[in-house]
């Protein structure tokens, strides 16, 4: 900020000044000293059933979910793993350390019996809000399939600007890349000995559900777009730590 008559000659910044104003000794800049706050992570997972097919998208969700959790163990500040599906939230409340996450995650490995006792909320963004969270960084990882556009505008009940809440939407995105070809599938399934035939030409049904999904990512990254929430799609062909973080070079969150 501008210097102040009153300030000390201790908190002059002669660095900044010289990038803000051609004559820094004529107009200094002063440091303003903060005390250091705790951010906390909050990891929200989507356990959706299109979340297993196929099953890569869990091996990135779990990529993405010990990536940030080792990164806010290594600051000593606290982290929260919540699962949901559906309207059923399963919360593993506020963790120190990486053994704690662990113990949560192997509770994981029975999701049936894990989600059997979980507590029943309208969408998991009124959820969130009622954790009254603050100085929090969210990160929400889903495919996006279904209906988000209910879930997304009670995104607002966070405040997440007043609350200095820094949010993220990680969609998993399993058709990127995907090209039509001359030839088509048949499928067999031995237990019910249905047929299924797959049109993969350029202009057949594949291609067509190829671009309906493509184009209801969109729709949700439009949605978000107002509310400034960064909107990342991951390929699932692509390396994802890699792509998170050139992503999160790109917004200066690096």
Same mark, same amino acid.
């Given at each position: 900020?501008?210097?102040?008559?009153?300030?000390?000659?201790?908190?002059?910044?002669?660095?900044?000044?010289?990038?803000?104003?051609?004559?820094?000794?004529?107009?200094?800049?002063?440091?303003?000293?903060?005390?250091? =706050?705790?951010? $906390?992570?909050?990891?929200? !997972?989507?356990?959706?059933?299109?979340?297993?097919?196929?099953?890569? @998208?869990?091996?990135?969700?779990?990529?993405?979910?010990?990536?940030?959790?080792?990164? $806010?163990?290594?600051?000593?500040?606290?982290?929260?793993?919540?699962?949901?599906?559906?309207? @059923?939230?399963?919360?593993?409340?506020?963790?120190?350390?990486?053994?704690?996450?662990?113990?949560?995650? @192997?509770?994981? /490995?029975?999701?049936?019996? !894990?989600?059997?006792?979980?507590? =029943?909320?309208?969408?998991?963004?009124?959820?969130?809000? /009622?954790?009254?969270?603050?100085?929090?960084?969210?990160?929400?990882?889903?495919?996006?399939?279904?209906?988000?556009?209910?879930?997304?505008?009670?995104?607002?009940?966070?405040?997440?600007?007043?609350?200095?809440?820094?949010?993220?939407?990680?969609?998993?995105?399993?058709?990127?890349?995907?090209?039509?070809?001359?030839?088509?599938? $048949?499928?067999?399934?031995?237990?019910?000995?249905?047929?299924?035939?797959?049109?993969?030409?350029?202009?057949?049904?594949?291609?067509?559900?190829?671009?309906?999904?493509?184009?209801? !990512?969109?729709?949700?990254? /439009?949605?978000?777009?107002? !509310?400034?929430?960064?909107?990342?799609?991951?390929?699932?062909?692509?390396?994802?730590?890699?792509?998170?973080?050139?992503?999160?070079? @790109?917004?200066?969150?690096?």
């Amino acid at each position: 900020r501008p210097y102040d008559p009153s300030d000390s000659l201790r908190v002059i910044d002669t660095a900044v000044a010289a990038r803000f104003s051609e004559h820094p000794d004529i107009e200094p800049m002063s440091r303003t000293y903060y005390a250091e =706050k705790e951010i $906390t992570t909050v990891f929200v !997972l989507d356990c959706g059933d299109s979340m297993n097919i196929p099953p890569r @998208k869990m091996e990135h969700a779990a990529r993405f979910l010990w990536l940030f959790a080792l990164s $806010t163990f290594r600051y000593g500040d606290r982290f929260r793993f919540i699962i949901f599906r559906g309207q @059923k939230v399963c919360d593993s409340f506020w963790m120190n350390n990486e053994d704690t996450l662990e113990q949560f995650c @192997k509770e994981m /490995q029975n999701p049936t019996a !894990l989600f059997s006792s979980a507590q =029943k909320v309208d969408n998991v963004f009124s959820y969130l809000a /009622q954790l009254s969270l603050r100085d929090s960084s969210l990160m929400i990882v889903s495919d996006f399939c279904g209906q988000w556009d209910g879930y997304i505008a009670t995104l607002r009940l966070l405040n997440i600007h007043e609350n200095n809440i820094q949010p993220g939407l990680i969609a998993l995105d399993e058709w990127h890349g995907f090209t039509g070809c001359i030839y088509g599938a $048949t499928l067999h399934d031995p237990i019910t000995r249905g047929i299924t035939i797959l049109d993969m030409r350029k202009h057949g049904d594949m291609a067509n559900y190829v671009y309906r999904a493509q184009q209801h !990512l969109l729709d949700v990254a /439009q949605c978000v777009r107002p !509310l400034g929430i960064p909107f990342i799609s991951i390929p699932l062909i692509a390396d994802p730590i890699a792509m998170v973080y050139k992503a999160f070079l @790109k917004m200066g969150r690096v």
